[in-house]
Nanobody
């Protein structure tokens, strides 16, 4: 099992920045891809960004491309999400997730961290 713990959420004004962190522990050797998802009130959880653990290839949802940057530090077993030019519609609970198979959905999830962007 992989355990994931997110941190870095908070309240920020529109146009501001936040950096989320997700620390992985447990069977981290099994991780091949890590993702960020988010869920806004009354909405379904949606994909935000992903990064492959070995090559560092990244992929973004269209709504965040150019504003958010996902990165990882393999030595620290940590993935980050740098969020710039935040908008009120970015308000959501952000979840970190890990996959053991590159093309499969995540099998491990963090508890989530709240991001609130005020207008």
């Amino acid at each position: 099992q992989v355990q994931l713990v997110e941190s870095g959420g908070g309240l920020v004004q529109a146009g501001g920045s936040l950096k989320l962190s997700c620390a992985a522990s447990g069977r981290t050797f099994s991780i091949v891809r890590m993702d960020w998802f988010r869920q806004a009130p009354g909405k379904e959880r949606e994909f935000v960004a992903s990064v492959t653990w070995s090559g560092g290839a990244t992929y973004y949802a269209g709504s965040v491309k150019g504003r958010f940057t996902i990165s990882r530090d393999n030595a620290k077993n940590t993935v980050y999400l740098q969020m710039n030019s935040l908008k009120p519609e970015d308000t959501a609970v952000y979840y970190c997730a890990a996959s053991a198979v590159i093309t499969n959905p995540p099998t491990s999830w963090g508890q989530g961290t709240q991001v609130t962007v005020s207008s």
